[in-house]
């Protein structure tokens, strides 16, 4: 009798299974929109040519080993990645507030903090995510231990956010809950709060004094702009909270596979930045030891050069403009073909996603009859679609809403 016997079998994962589908499909026209990684206009994995420029600098570089880097990871990136996400001029950065460790991407950045805050917050125990949200937070969250709650976000009848219901959860939470906020291009309905509810999410987060926990997976690829995808953070930092940042390169430095991330932490003084600092170092020697090298050494490389700072700035654009420019055309086969429904909100949202409001009966029906994939509840990826396929695509999405 085995010792694995009664271990259950757990389900697979939504996203990866749909992949499988995807691969195993014959027919020439089938479509993936199930996957959140950016493709060309000729649906190829894309490699941002200031990624290539700086693979070649470590390449040609002579002095390059293969040690250890330190616990918490290489200065110049932690400090570098902490820059980006609060500004060359951050208050808190000169005033010696921030910390950093880094991650193995924008996951490793979410359990990093999620560990360090089952171990030393003392809250009410409870973290809350947003209806709906990246699968992942609540795999994280509940794997430590934490009782996982929902607050209200995206409102299905107009196809945005839920504002009411989500501040009226942060005033009703217990004090001293744990707030996961995507600061930009939410995942999965592309539905960012405006400048102005942030600043009500705040009050409300203050008033109760909830934890502020930002998960940041898209910093540049939502809008193009760097700074302004930062602002609620910024703002919040602004305000005094103290709070963390996960950071992911995965998408705005195309760098999936090599995992580099970090986890930005603001404190209230340089010495409880210098306890916690002290905290993760022995929270991840017993997780990872050491970070991998390679990813944020492309990434260290490309935001501490001037000049490839700007070509990195370049390459976003061009990223976030072809998913916008995707979004206008799928909006404009839509109202061309009368398709019944509203469908503006495909070009109000932003990011690689779109919940486009279809049901999962009507997601089978674009499955089997017309090879496309996506996730029941409707998101699409928006770098799925191409000048070649969405026709095809809204011409399917018009019959399975008639
Ligand atoms: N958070 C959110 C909201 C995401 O969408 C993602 C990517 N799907 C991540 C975190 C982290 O991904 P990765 O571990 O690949 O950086």
Redo the contacts with the bound molecule.
């Keep these: 009798m085995s010792v694995f016997n009664t271990v259950a079998q757990a389900p697979a994962d939504v996203i990866f299974s749909l992949t499988a589908g995807y691969k195993a499909d014959k027919h020439p026209q089938k479509i993936n929109v199930g996957v959140?990684a950016f493709r060309t206009d000729e649906l190829k994995p894309y490699v941002l040519p200031v990624v290539k420029k700086a693979d070649t600098i470590l390449f040609n570089n002579a002095d390059l080993d293969h040690e250890y880097l330190p616990i918490a990871g290489e200065p110049s990136y932690t400090r570098a990645a902490t820059k980006l996400i609060l500004g060359d001029n951050s208050p808190a950065i000169a005033q010696g507030r921030t910390g950093a460790v880094q991650t193995?991407?924008?996951?490793?950045a979410?359990h990093t903090g999620a560990a360090f805050l089952a171990a030393h917050f003392k809250g009410s125990g409870k973290v809350y995510i947003s209806n709906p949200?990246?699968a992942?937070?609540r795999n994280i969250f509940a794997s430590l231990g934490f009782d996982v709650q929902e607050y209200p976000y995206w409102h299905p009848a107009t196809k945005s956010l839920d504002y009411e219901g989500m501040i009226n959860t942060i005033r009703e939470a217990p004090s001293g809950s744990i707030f996961i906020l995507?600061p930009c291009a939410h995942?999965p309905t592309g539905v960012d709060p405006t400048q102005e509810q942030w600043k009500g999410i705040a009050d409300a987060m203050r008033e109760k004094n909830q934890f502020t926990f930002f998960?940041c997976?898209?910093q540049g690829f939502a809008s193009g702009d760097l700074d302004k995808d930062a602002w609620a953070v910024r703002y919040f930092v602004e305000q005094g909270f103290e709070l963390f940042v996960?950071q992911?390169?995965?998408?705005n430095f195309g760098l999936?596979g090599e995992?580099a991330?970090n986890l930005t932490f603001v404190c209230k003084t340089p010495e409880d930045t210098k306890r916690v600092l002290s905290q993760f170092e022995k929270l991840q020697r017993s997780e990872i030891s050491n970070p991998p090298a390679y990813g944020s050494r492309i990434v260290d490389i490309v935001l501490n050069d001037p000049a490839l700072y700007a070509e990195w700035k370049e390459n976003l654009k061009y990223m976030s403009s072809r998913i916008i420019d995707m979004r206008q055309k799928l909006y404009q086969h839509l109202v061309d073909l009368k398709t019944p429904g509203t469908w503006n909100h495909i070009v109000d949202q932003i990011g690689m996603f779109s919940f486009t409001g279809l049901k999962a009966p009507q997601v089978k029906v674009m499955i089997e009859k017309y090879h496309i994939y996506l996730t029941d509840n409707g998101r699409i990826s928006m770098a799925g679609l191409s000048n070649s396929n969405v026709e095809y695509f809204a011409r399917a999405v018009d019959d399975v809403v008639r």
């Design positions: 959140g193995i991407s924008g996951t490793g979410n949200t990246w992942n937070h995507h995942n998960d997976a898209y996960a992911s390169f995965a998408k999936y995992r991330g």
